[in-house]
């Protein structure tokens, strides 16, 4: 089936797209737009591939699920278009950069920018109903978003993997440790992030192990 994603994706993609169970979600997914108001528009749903090509991924950052409010989600983890207020999640990431590495806040919370320097920002369920968190979990999106966490595993190394949450931390099994670098640490969400994501220091320890495989760093 024809699924309309970055070129590089699609190659490393196609035996998965071609699956009995990647067949059922895209007509489950059909079906939701069509029937329910569904975030992100169906053009966003893979940008996170089309902003950050394969053969460029230095980093991965792991969400859950998109934003579920208007305007909100536009298919990159933790990211909202310019003009659109923080997240607390969002805003704690913010604080640990300028804590971590003395940046100010951004004018925006549009993470585009780091996509395109190689920040892959993969939510392990790509749509969501809105106003209904968790609503398209356990339809075959983390069986694809699986798939292409361990593609990244065996097909590349010296990529970081931040791992935030308890959610996020069980994908560690999906990854090989002694190619990649995997940096955990509890949830920005405002209920966790005092517990260690506050002060974990993730950014500067990322672009020091880029540095140190020859790899350009983030400009965070």
């Not at 395109?116 to 939510?123: A, R, S």
């Not at 809105?130 to 398209?136: D, L």
């Not at 190619?179 to 506050?198: D, Q, V, Y």
Request: neutral net charge; proline residues 6%.
């Amino acid at each position: 089936m024809d699924v309309k994603i970055e070129t590089s994706w699609k190659e490393i993609l196609t035996p998965v797209f071609q699956q009995a169970y990647f067949h059922e979600l895209v007509q489950f997914v059909k079906d939701e737009y069509s029937s329910s108001k569904v975030y992100p528009p169906g053009k966003e749903i893979f940008n996170a591939f089309d902003y950050c090509p394969f053969d460029q991924v230095k980093v991965v950052i792991l969400g859950q699920d998109p934003y579920h409010g208007e305007g909100q989600a536009h298919g990159l983890s933790f990211s909202v278009k310019p003009g659109i207020p923080f997240p607390p999640s969002l805003l704690n990431i913010f604080k640990e950069i300028k804590a971590d590495l003395g940046k100010d806040m951004p004018a925006n919370g549009d993470l585009s920018r780091w996509a395109k320097q190689g920040v892959f920002l993969l939510n392990a369920t790509l749509t969501v109903r809105a106003n209904q968190a968790g609503s398209h979990q356990k339809k075959g999106w983390e069986e694809f978003t699986d798939s292409v966490i361990q593609a990244i595993s065996d097909q590349k190394e010296h990529v970081v993997f931040l791992l935030w949450g308890a959610y996020a931390q069980k994908k560690e099994l999906l990854i090989d440790s002694d190619k990649h670098l995997i940096l955990k640490a509890p949830h920005p969400s405002p209920l966790s992030a005092h517990r260690g994501f506050l002060g974990c220091g993730h950014f500067s320890k990322a672009n020091e192990y880029l540095n140190s495989k020859g790899i350009r760093p983030i400009n965070w």
